[in-house]
């Protein structure tokens, strides 16, 4: 094995190590089981889900129903009759994002957390539910899961949540969250997702 492949290979089991490190286990459960679904799940880079959001925030709470399509990099969610605002959509890309309220118009930020915040005037962790409503923890930061009988997430604590995921189904060879209930920052959000489209775009 020539010195660049040994070098090639450690680099790797440092990163996996690396990655590892950011997550910690509570209670029951198989990590190696953990592992497998949770890398066939990642392989899910876009979907689209219909259901319904349910937010308590300071002053404020409402339900209405959520579209989300997610295409890799890009998403478009539509949030409609939650806190008595109408229609609200966020669509864009990590580090460019546009919010549109009924009735008070179009706004831009590079951070969707901080758009809703700036707008809304609540915080919602966007960028983690892209992982969370997958059933998965965001991998930029630490985590503290505990799995459940079929060795997927039933709780977990990240960024100052406290994420609950109440219910599965399969959906296209996938066990994706039906219901989650997400509690910090002064705020509780509860989704229900009715219909879930997994799909691989990355794959040929």
Not at 5 to 23: D, F, K, P
Not at 59 to 84: A, N, V
Not at 89 to 100: I, M, N, Q, S
């Amino acid at each position: 094995m020539t010195a660049s492949r040994i070098l090639t290979l450690s680099l790797a089991t440092l990163l996996l190590v690396g990655c590892a490190s950011h997550e910690t286990f509570e209670g029951a459960g198989d990590p190696a089981a953990w592992r497998q679904h949770r890398a066939q799940v990642e392989a899910i880079d876009g979907w689209q889900i219909n259901g319904k959001i349910g937010i308590r925030a300071p002053q404020e709470s409402g339900s209405g129903t959520l579209f989300w399509l997610q295409r890799q990099d890009y998403f478009d969610i539509r949030l409609s009759g939650p806190l008595g605002r109408g229609a609200t959509r966020l669509t864009g890309r990590p580090d460019a994002v546009t919010l549109e309220v009924a009735n008070q118009g179009r706004f831009e930020a590079e951070s969707p957390e901080a758009l809703v915040e700036a707008q809304l005037g609540w915080q919602l962790p966007v960028s983690n539910l892209l992982w969370w409503v997958r059933g998965l923890p965001a991998p930029d930061s630490r985590s503290q899961v505990t799995l459940d009988g079929g060795n997927r997430l039933a709780r977990l604590q990240q960024d100052g949540w406290q994420v609950e995921f109440l219910a599965y189904a399969d959906h296209a060879g996938y066990s994706l969250p039906e219901r989650i209930r997400l509690e910090g920052h002064e705020v509780q959000l509860t989704l229900v997702i009715k219909d879930w489209q997994p799909r691989r775009l990355g794959q040929p």
